[in-house]
C-alpha cells in the first residue's frame, strides 16, 4: 500500500483552525503552515504543494487581492486552490475570487467536513506532482541534455542524450554509481536513498562523470522529484561545462544532502591510514582472519576490532571489504609489503 503523503500548505493565523485541520489531515498530508499571502507564496514556490487551503476568516481580507498570482504562476498552476471564508462574506466572495479560486467553503462547513472534502478532492483528481511526471514522460526523448528516471540509484529509463554520451553496455541493471566517479560508492546510495525518501524536490551538486571511452568530464547535475506518491522515483538532468542550465535553481525545496555527499567524497583521498591500519589492511589482503593478524602482530583481537570498525568509518564503507578496494584503488597501501 502506498502510504507518500501529499504536500498541503495552509495559510491561516487561527490556532484552533490549524489544530483542527492538522488533527484531520497530517496522517495523509505533510501540512505547512504560513501566517501570510506574501509568505504563502513564496513558500508554495519552494515546496510545490499539491493543495493550497487559505483560510480567509483569520487573515487580512486585502492580502486576497495578490490571490491571482499563484494561478498565474506557470509552477503553480496545477495546485489546487482552496479558500474557506466566512458565511457573510459568500456574497462578495463569489463576486471577487470565483475565477481565482478552484473550489470555495464556507463557515457553514465545519473543520472536520472540510477535512472530508480535501481527502476526496486530492485523492480522486489528478494531483500537482503526477502532473509534472507525466509533463516530463512526454518530453523525455526530446531533450538534448543527458537524462534518466531513477528509483533510488536505480535508472528505471534513459533518454537517447543519455545513451550516446554514456558507454551503456546493458539495458538492464544500471545503476546511476556506475557513471559517477565518486570516491565511496556507498556514501552516494545511502545519500540518495535518504533524498529519495525526503520531502525535498530536488537536489544540485557538482561531479565528475565518467563518459564512454572512459573519458571523464566535470558537470553538473539536477535531481528532481517528479511524483511524491510513488516511493523513491526522481530524474537526474546532466549539465556539462558551460552549458546553460535547465533547472531553475530557486523552484522547489532543496536539499543539501546530495551535494554534501559529493563534496565530502571529493575530500576523502585527503587522508591517510595510520601505520597499524595500514598493517592490518595488509594482512587481511593476505586473508589473515582476526586471530591470526592478533597473533602477528601481538594485539589483542579486540583492539583489531576497533581499527576494523574505524577504517571502515572513515572510509564511509559499509564493509571491510570496501575499505580495502577503496584502499587499493587510491594506492593508499603497498601491494608490494602486503
Known sequence: MNTEKKQLLLISNSTEFIADIKEGLSLHFQINV??????????????????????????????????SNFKSTHFLNKCWLMLY??????????????????EIYYT????????GKIMQRVYSNSSLTNYWKDSFLGLFNLLSNPVVLLQQESIISMNDSFKQTFKIDKADGIRLTDF??????????????????????????????RLKNNKVRNAKISFSKLDKMINGQYIMMIHFSKEE????????SNSALVE???????????????????????LLCKGYKTKEISETLFISPKTIEKHRANIIKRT???????????????????????
Open 108 to 115: 457553514s462547513t465545519s473543520a472536520g467536513n472540510l477535512c
Open 180 to 209: 559517477v566517479k565518486c570516491e565511496n560508492k556507498a556514501k552516494v546510495r545511502e545519500s540518495l536513498r535518504n533524498f529519495a525518501r525526503g520531502k525535498h524536490m530536488k537536489a544540485v551538486t557538482k561531479t565528475a562523470l
Open 85 to 102: 471564508a466566512n458565511e457573510e462574506c459568500r456574497g462578495k466572495i463569489e463576486k471577487d475570487y470565483k475565477d481565482e479560486i478552484d
Open 316 to 338: 564511509n564503507s559499509e564493509t571491510i571489504l570496501e575499505s580495502i578496494i577503496y584502499a587499493i584503488s587510491h594506492n593508499m597501501i603497498d601491494l608490494r609489503v602486503a
Open 34 to 67: 504560513v501566517t501570510s499571502m506574501h509568505s504563502g507564496f513564496h513558500t508554495a514556490l519552494n515546496l510545490l504543494p499539491d493543495i493550497i487551503l487559505i483560510d480567509h476568516t483569520s487573515i487580512d481580507p486585502k492580502s486576497l487581492k495578490n490571490i
Open 260 to 282: 554534501e555527499c559529493f563534496e565530502e567524497n571529493s575530500q576523502m583521498t585527503k587522508f591517510s591510514f595510520t601505520k597499524r591500519e595500514k598493517e592490518i589492511i595488509q
Open 245 to 252: 542550465d535547465l533547472v531553475t535553481e530557486s523552484i522547489g
